[in-house]
């Protein structure tokens, strides 16, 4: 993109503006700051207009504030009424500015599918762009059952069924561009995130610790699909001199607690507090290897962890299950076991890791210079906006 592109883009997802976001980093913090990055980065070849739904203002009660280079919709007002500003907003942004000729989607929703169908039945309209970063359904077997409810539900459609409805779509993971392909023969390409642009490099060596024993990591989400209490109910019951902190919040917090305080000190568990950039800091400070331990369970084919590009900032090697194509985007500079992983699987790559101790300051420092190189945010933009004008 050497020379400014004059594409029309309307953005439809769901990111607040970034002052507001700052104040409240735990609202959705993966995505918020997915989104808030990949609109910048578009943002210096597109022109883009930006629209949210959002719960945020419902549940803080804050007032709507006007003139936002991203215009919020709020979930409380219902799906009728969202769809209804929704489309009154678009014809004043076509009407002020002229047409559009992207429509981009995050994710499949109801009042975002709504409209999609509505310009399908439009003469003249966009292209229509879905950026599929996560789906429950897709590749998953449904009941017969289900999919007959699902014709009487309402503002409501199976995932599959919205497929069609795209003319190309951008996947988070390899499985989800293999599934609209599949389902529609339109163009999908693979594009799992990125990272920010580093000019000084994190301190590659491993923190000291009194008694030797090696660190496993995990910050993130506790919730089902991350992994990381079948984890650490495996890494209990095997003998290794790694020990294992978590840090997070989520539905499975008081469970990892728990399990924490009936181990004796091989596993310890911290809250969330602070901001990104706090975990990073305990990250360099305590841990000697990042985990990452996602099952292929909960749609996680369909998405991509983010917190790969998070952890190759922190300066260690990462641990993770391959779901999304983890290994091309570190470049094979990490460690890497299957997602259905099971207490043989553990024992032996953790066996593996420590054979290769005097390896993880380099492999750390490879895996930064690849993500760097080729998974960096404007390279991303530039493969986007390529790739919409071949649409």
Excluded at 235 to 262: C, H, M, W, Y
């Amino acid at each position: 993109m050497n020379e400014k592109s004059t594409l029309r883009l309307l953005y439809l997802g769901f990111a607040l503006p970034d002052d507001v976001a700052a104040k409240h980093p735990h609202w959705n913090s993966a995505g918020q700051g997915f989104e808030s990055a990949l609109l910048k980065s578009l943002a210096c070849g597109c022109e883009i207009q930006s629209i949210s739904l959002t719960s945020f203002y419902s549940k803080f009660d804050c007032e709507k504030r006007e003139n936002d280079s991203i215009v919020l919709l709020d979930e409380k007002n219902g799906r009728v009424e969202n769809f209804n500003n929704l489309l009154q907003r678009y014809r004043q942004y076509v009407g002020q500015f002229g047409e559009f000729e992207y429509v981009m989607v995050y994710n499949l929703s109801p009042v975002y599918n709504k409209f999609i169908k509505w310009l399908r039945s439009q003469s003249k309209r966009p292209k229509l762009i879905l950026l599929l970063a996560d789906s429950a359904q897709l590749g998953e077997s449904l009941s017969w059952a289900k999919r007959f409810r699902y014709q009487f539900k309402p503002w409501v459609w199976l995932d599959e069924a919205m497929l069609p409805c795209f003319d190309a779509a951008i996947c988070l993971s390899p499985h989800a561009v293999e599934v609209f392909c599949d389902k529609t023969r339109g163009p999908a390409l693979w594009m799992p995130g990125a990272v920010s642009l580093e000019t000084t490099p994190p301190e590659f060596a491993p923190p000291k610790h009194s008694d030797n024993a090696p660190c496993l990591g995990y910050f993130g989400s506790l919730s089902a699909y991350s992994g990381i209490l079948d984890f650490a109910h495996m890494f209990l019951s095997i003998n290794t001199p790694f020990r294992l902190e978590v840090r997070g919040d989520g539905r499975q917090s008081v469970e990892i607690r728990k399990l924490a305080e009936a181990s004796s000190g091989r596993l310890k568990y911290h809250s969330f507090e602070g901001g990104p950039s706090d975990a990073v800091r305990m990250a360099q400070e305590r841990w000697d290897i990042l985990l990452n331990p996602r099952r292929s369970l909960y749609g996680n084919r369909n998405n991509f962890a983010s917190k790969i590009f998070q952890y190759t900032l922190v300066g260690r090697p990462i641990l993770t299950t391959t779901n999304s194509g983890e290994e091309e985007v570190l470049g094979k500079n990490g460690f890497f076991f299957q997602s259905d992983f099971t207490e043989a699987d553990l024992s032996k790559v953790l066996a593996e890791l420590l054979e290769k101790r005097s390896d993880w300051a380099a492999i750390a420092s490879a895996a930064f210079a690849h993500t760097q190189k080729n998974y960096n945010w404007s390279g991303q933009a530039e493969r986007i906006v390529d790739f919409l004008k071949s649409v």
